[in-house]
């Protein structure tokens, strides 16, 4: 058995891959690191208008490695030099009853682009109104400036809410991708 003993590794140019700092905690130079990174929510319920495509408005920050949210606009940006492929996964909760056949929708919108019906929940419960959980995720190669964003849609009537509670937003860079 060999054991190689380094504090630093460095490819070719000399750029740092990986540190030690002696302790067994192992540092990356950036190479292998899942940022930037994300993950938002809402504080407070709130209610959709009938039939029309409207942003969710993340305003409470779990975290962000590179501060590429923006609970303004409600939007992740990718940063300068940070394109790749990115995995997006979002929760909506829809409560107060959503009526029989009636849906709730979570839209995906890369820059502007809307992926209208992306992950759409009906409700089959013959005769019975119900809270609906819909989830939604994807994998997409983002260049520099484009932003993610998600929308949602409901037909029921004018008490349907989002219920702050359960509906989270996250994403990140992937490794090696």
């Known amino acids: ?15 740092t891959l990986l540190t030690s700092d002696g302790s067994g905690t192992i540092s990356s130079g950036g190479a292998i ?6 993950s938002v929510k809402f504080t407070t319920n709130y ?5 029309t495509i409207q942003i969710v408005q993340w305003n409470s ?5 590179d501060n590429t ?3 303004s606009t409600y939007k992740f ?3 300068s030099g940070k394109a790749g492929k990115y995995f997006f996964h979002a929760q909506l909760y829809y409560t107060n009853g959503i009526a029989d056949g009636k849906r709730g929708d979570l839209i995906f919108d890369i820059s502007g682009s809307q992926l209208t019906g992306t992950i759409p929940y009906t409700n089959n419960t013959v005769g019975v109104a119900t809270d609906i959980v819909v989830n939604g995720s994807m994998v997409r190669d983002l260049s520099v400036g484009d932003t993610v964003a998600i929308y949602s849609r409901q037909n029921d009537d004018s008490s349907a809410q989002l219920y702050a509670g359960d509906c989270f ?6 490794i090696g991708a």
């Open 1 to 15: 058995m060999s054991i190689l003993k380094v504090n630093q590794i460095q490819d070719r140019g000399g750029n």
């Open 69 to 71: 949210f923006s609970t």
């Open 61 to 65: 920050i779990v975290f962000d490695t």
């Open 33 to 38: 690191t899942n940022t930037p990174a994300f």
């Open 77 to 79: 940006t990718v940063p």
């Open 169 to 174: 937003f996250y994403g990140y860079k992937l």
């Open 47 to 51: 209610t959709l208008t009938v039939d």
